[in-house]
């Protein structure tokens, strides 16, 4: 079973940017879905983006346009650039192998990595 990190969260002021990281234990194939998503305080965990070279790329309507998902295979990472940071973007950042929460098991996911918006 591959296990993903993440990393790269931080404290940044609104509309600045910043760049997370997924890294895979192992080898991470492109063929299969690897979602990022997020949880703020009080709030149920969503997606926001997703990737697989069988699907392509999507994305929720709350981050399309801002937020730009890739992957680096000889890494075997994949990354969240987001861009125009807002307040509301202030959650814990997870990425998990699905794109839906539902389809992933409670023990599938990680530590997250904190991501503040705020002046």
């Known amino acids: 079973q591959v296990q993903l990190v993440e990393s790269g969260g931080g404290l940044v002021q609104p509309g600045g940017s910043l760049k997370l990281s997924c890294a895979a234990s192992?080898?991470?194939?492109?063929?299969?879905?690897v979602g990022w998503f997020r949880q703020a305080p009080g709030k149920e965990r969503e997606g926001i983006a997703c990737?697989?070279?069988?699907?392509?790329?999507h994305y929720s309507d709350s981050v399309q346009g801002r937020f730009t998902v890739s992957r680096d295979k000889d890494e075997n990472t994949v990354y969240l650039q987001m861009n125009r940071l807002k307040p509301e973007d202030t959650a814990v950042y997870y990425c998990?192998?699905?794109?839906?929460?539902?389809?992933?098991?409670?023990?599938?996911w990680g530590q997250g990595t904190q991501v503040t918006v705020s002046s």
């Open positions: 990737i697989s070279r069988r699907d392509g790329i």
């Open positions: 192992g080898f991470l194939s492109d063929y299969y879905r």
């Open positions: 998990a192998m699905g794109c839906q929460v539902s389809t992933i098991p409670d023990d599938h």
